[in-house]
């Protein structure tokens, strides 16, 4: 199964080696001269996962032979190995058990690795590790006293968007909640993890890193190290923008939409027509059922179901409907999302909707994981009068029911209803950040 997803993760590379098309994208041809005058020496991130070792596993061996470069491998595996702060989550964090679950994917490897830029988890740096463990209660006790911590810095480097999206996935919780231990407990990773990288990135100066997401402390610690450091940094992440160079400008694997309407632009009158067709073609597809790449994730298509909507159609219905996001999903993926989580940003919506007596329905994301429905729970209780609509209801036929506007945080039902004639409200930097589809 994982070398079926592989070998379709490379037929967009055809009649070429996977690797040298990748390179290209990667603008290493371009700057041979420049890897000849510096430190020969890449790093990748070891993610242990089939596909990224694949793919992982063809860029060192062809970067290393062509370029005659040594590659390290980061192994950022810390909070993510494990869920909440109980003994025997700890125990899974724990460098032990790290170094007997990872050495198997070291081993992998082969020889294509020369060494181990460092290990997220691991008792190399006791006296380090104990400073951290005091500077991180210190940092938790002055967040308590904030607001917000969405934009806080420690060393120079961004982190509370980092911390904030950790707490949700890993706590696991729908909401953020700074008070809580495990918040020093991610806290003190971030710290372990800064100097780490700081030293690595600072000593060994690679020409690049290449990793998968930038997302939680795991991935995005070294990513934004080595940002900070002057070194160049590639993701994975995001399969429509390949191989992805991130920057101290845009730091996550989130494409950076805020050209599209100047490139679209810039295009001839023919361009411009034959793509707006293709999309147009696309779109209705994807409104038919049909899964396609930008929504590859779901597991169901949000518009699979086209049993009638005439209950709502009877009542009148002309409202808004705020379309859920997966509340352990990471909200800040996107840049300048204006809410720490997507708890506040809903529950804001719904007070804000009250106040102003609109109509409006609530509908949970149809791909969102089974501890979702704890947090809508928790909603329910919480505002008991608030309508709710199943999340295998068919966006179309609400836009056919009556549906005025819709609001999400940056999902892709924003282009859909644009799609349909109806406007959006976001709350973060989205796909359509550039046009004027979305206020």
Known sequence: MGLNKLLRLFRRFPKAEAAIKIMKCLHLNERRKEYKLTNRRVVFQCVPDTIYYGLMAVLIADITKRWNLKADLLIV????????????????????????????????????????????????????????????????????????????????????????????????????DVNDKFVWRILWQVYRDLFRSTKYFREAKPLAYFTSYSTYIDHGIAVRVALKEGVRVYSFGNFTKFGMELTNKHMTHAPNCEGYKKIFESLSMADQNKYLIEADVRLGQRLNGVIDAATAYMRRSAYSNNESLSDLIDQGFDGVVVFLHDFYDSPHVWEDMIFDDFWEWVTLTIERLDELKVSYYVKPHPNQIKLSDHAIDMIRHKYPHVRWLSDEVNNKKLVEAGLRVGVTVFGSVAHELAYLGVPSICAAKHAHSAFDICK
């Not at 997220?120 to 104990?130: I, M, N, V, Y």
């Not at 967040?143 to 969405?150: A, C, N, P, T, Y």
């Open 77 to 176: 595996r810390s909070i993510n190995a494990a869920f909440g702060l109980s003994f025997f989550s700890e125990l899974r964090r724990s460098s032990i058990l790290c170094h007997v679950y990872m050495w198997q994917w070291l081993r992998l490897y082969g020889a294509l690795w020369d060494r181990v830029a460092y290990w997220s988890s691991c008792w190399t740096h006791p006296l380090s590790d104990c400073l951290s463990l005091f500077r991180s209660y210190k940092t938790w006790k002055q967040w308590q006293g904030k607001e917000s911590v969405l934009h806080e810095i420690i060393e120079g480097v961004r982190v509370g968007d980092l911390v904030i999206d950790s707490y949700l996935r890993f706590k696991p919780s729908p909401k953020f």
